[in-house]
């Protein structure tokens, strides 16, 4: 069983407001030297900073260690320039391997910064190790590759500029905006021209898709709205860096289709006046009279959480604006009913928690220096304590259903964020002494699950996350008969997780009563064990398991992930010879025998791509000519069970299996572009289907020239 949905959304929204008041840490530069390895606690918000000074043409290679906190590492040149961001697929565990060839000499910065997968997230925090494993001159192969680069680059935009035109041939509005939007991104700093006609074409293709949407007649209405979300979504997101005015009128212009989820009173889609907020903080940039102009508007249609984003950005840029907004906030909080309206409850919280307490670094107003602080207050005393009231109020009336205590409702939410930020708020102590016990325990029971097996399996989690192996098979012995099944196999993962797999493998063995769950848990550990083989670089052991795997579909999907996971440990002769491995075990045919198998050599290519792109070629080449009879296969088969092509084209975004192959291969030849662009080119070219060579011209180009 898992916590209830009010439980979880309290636990996030808690989390929330704990993340308000955290300032980005930023350490200044350490100097990272050959031999001296630096070992550091990393939290969210944080970035810590590295700088190595490198020669002209010299070759550095590094690598951070994660222990227990996911990173990513970012590398920029001495002029500020970013050279590219490294993160592995391996969690919080293993090595980040990160090479750089110098091309001017002078002070590389490092940045370690950790891994936040939403917005949102759970705080993190966990230890790394940095350290740089040589720093040497280049060989002529490096200066090659690098003088490569340049080359892909210069043919990337030139190839780029050729097929934009016919960008607009793709019949498929989701690909052919996408590609549109995109394709404009890469040529803005080029050609501005080419770039805004590319927008323009990509507007007046989401306009016609969207007049296109009925609601009554549509059977698949609900996927044509998504659609329409997200290509609104990126077409905004290209122009507002650019001329947000006129992301913002392209939006108005294209809203209000009927949302399928929204009730018969709903009002402005919540998602649209996220987008219109992220707009307001660009342009508060340089002008946060209007973006107060368009946060204001959005207030009037509707409660959105981007408003503390906008708040606290007109509070760096021009605090005059910051207090008009918040002013504004508050006259419309007050009127609300904050149980029946969680974005409103939510809102009021944030104000509680920043109205009064003085705003990071940043700009009091436009013409105000970088590090002014801006001590204003948003709120007189006599606002905040009027807010104060009513959010205390409003949280101390709400009362559960005795029927079904637990049950989620809006109100049920909303008191859980206002109890929460109440507890966390300072001013509870100044504007409400009597009811700070009160408060304490009503917000308890509201975080607290009624539901006696649902408590059991949360003080079990507790367990897990803070105690050892140990204590949770003693807490796991006490729990209910019907339960312990799902919890010894909870058990037997934490101590794969602490690498002990032969005890994660007894405990199933010994506690799992059910024999189907025990079998597949331990394939789940077997395979647990070969990924963590990968995390700590022992590639032979990882591939000599997967070859004990039982069926070759389970050893090709393993390759798959152990070749993507090689990375640049070891020489490059070394990464051969596991790659070369791999390959042997998955046959001697040049095509695939099924998916998998596909998956599997693909991935494989796509790792020798760096080190031997004439073999990457030889792979992958065959099944160019395999995709190309499937394709013709798939168009006879097309509507007897699937459907695999749209307005006559393979569709690549239905999640059809012929789809996902030609997104692979489209992909796979955009990885090439570097080490081989020419080659790239015409393997693209031996694709039969247009509309897939074309997205294989493109992912080309867009390669070579964002490398």
Not at 160 to 180: C, G, N
Request: glycine letters at 6%; hydrophobic letters at 35%; aromatic letters at 6%.
């Amino acid at each position: 069983m898992q916590p209830s949905k009010s439980i979880r959304l309290s636990f996030v929204l808690l989390t929330c407001f704990v993340l308000i008041g955290a300032v980005r840490a930023q350490t200044e530069a350490s100097s990272l030297k050959l031999g001296e390895p630096i070992e550091r606690t990393i939290a969210t918000g944080q970035t810590h900073s590295f700088g190595i000074s490198l020669e002209r043409n010299q070759y550095l290679k590094l690598v951070v260690d994660q222990r227990g906190v996911d990173v990513l590492v970012r590398v920029f040149a001495p002029d500020g320039k970013s050279l590219g961001e490294f993160d592995s697929p391996n969690g919080d565990t293993g090595p980040e391997n990160v090479s750089v060839m110098a091309r001017d000499s002078g002070v590389y910065r490092i940045d370690v910064v950790p891994f936040e997968a939403e917005k949102g997230a759970n705080p993190v925090a966990g230890k790394y190790e940095i350290k740089i494993l040589e720093v040497r001159p280049a060989t002529k192969q490096e200066l090659k590759a690098e003088h490569n680069k340049d080359s892909a680059k210069e043919k990337g935009l030139a190839l780029l500029v050729e097929i934009a035109d016919s960008l607009s041939q793709i019949r498929q509005p989701q690909i052919r905006v996408r590609d549109q939007v995109a394709a404009a991104r890469l040529l803005w700093s080029y050609d501005e021209k080419t770039a805004r006609k590319l927008l323009q074409d990509a507007m007046a293709g989401v306009k016609e898709y969207i007049g296109k949407a009925d609601p009554g007649s549509d059977q698949n209405y609900y996927q044509v709205y998504q659609t329409s979300l997200q290509l609104r979504t990126d077409v905004v997101q290209a122009l507002v860096a650019h001329d947000p005015e006129t992301a913002l009128s392209f939006l108005l212009s294209t809203a209000g289709l009927a949302d399928p989820n929204a009730g018969p009173n709903s009002g402005r889609s919540n998602q649209d006046l996220q987008i219109e907020l992220s707009i307001a903080n660009q342009i508060a940039l340089t002008d946060p009279k209007r973006a107060l102009q368009i946060a204001e508007e959005t207030l009037k249609k509707g409660y959105s959480n981007g408003l503390m984003e906008t708040l606290a950005q007109l509070r760096r840029m021009d605090s005059e604006s910051a207090v008009k907004l918040a002013e504004d906030m508050v006259s419309r909080l007050q009127a609300e009913d904050l149980l029946k309206n969680p974005e409103a409850a939510n809102l009021t919280g944030y104000l509680l928690q920043v109205a009064q307490a003085p705003a990071p670094n940043g700009r009091g107003s436009r013409n105000a220096g970088p590090d002014i602080r801006v001590d204003t207050p948003l709120l007189s005393d006599q606002e905040y304590r009027d807010l104060f009231q009513k959010a205390l109020s409003t949280a101390l009336s709400y009362r559960p259903s005795k029927t079904n205590p637990n049950e989620y409702t809006p109100e049920r939410n909303s008191a859980q964020n206002l109890m929460n930020a109440l507890k966390s708020t300072p001013g509870i102590s100044t504007y409400a002494p009597d009811s700070v016990s009160l408060v304490a325990r009503r917000s308890d029971e509201l975080n607290t699950n009624p539901s006696p097996q649902q408590r059991i399996w949360q003080k079990f989690q507790e367990t897990m996350n803070t105690g050892t192996i140990n204590d949770a098979l003693e807490a796991v012995g006490h729990a209910p008969a019907q339960m312990r099944d799902n919890l010894y196999q909870q058990v037997a993962v934490k101590a794969a997780d602490q690498g002990d797999f032969n005890l994660g493998s007894q405990i199933l063995t010994d506690h799992v009563s059910n024999q189907i769950q025990r079998q597949q848990s331990l394939r789940y550990l077997e395979q647990r064990a070969i990924q963590y083989s990968v995390s700590k670089g022992k590639i032979d052991d990882a591939l000599r398991s997967a070859g004990n795997l039982r069926t070759s579909r389970e050893r090709a999907m393993m390759i798959a992930q152990i070749v993507g996971q090689i990375g640049s440990n070891g020489t490059s002769q070394d990464i051969i010879n596991f790659l070369e491995q791999a390959r042997g075990m998955l046959g001697d045919a040049a095509k695939a025998e099924n998916q998998e198998q596909m998956n599997a050599l693909i991935a494989v290519a796509t790792a020798y791509a760096r080190h031997d792109s004439k073999r990457a070629f030889d792979i992958v080449e065959p099944l160019i000519d395999q995709f190309n009879e499937m394709s013709n296969a798939a168009q006879a088969l097309n509507g007897f069970g699937q459907e695999y092509f749209q307005d006559g084209e393979l569709s690549m975004s239905n999640g059809n299996n012929v789809g996902q192959i030609a997104n692979q291969l489209v992909n796979t030849l955009g990885s090439f572009a570097v080490a081989d662009f020419d080659r790239a080119k015409i393997a693209a070219g031996n694709i039969q289907r247009p509309e897939v060579r074309l997205s294989a011209y493109f992912s080309i180009a867009q390669r070579a020239i964002n490398q």
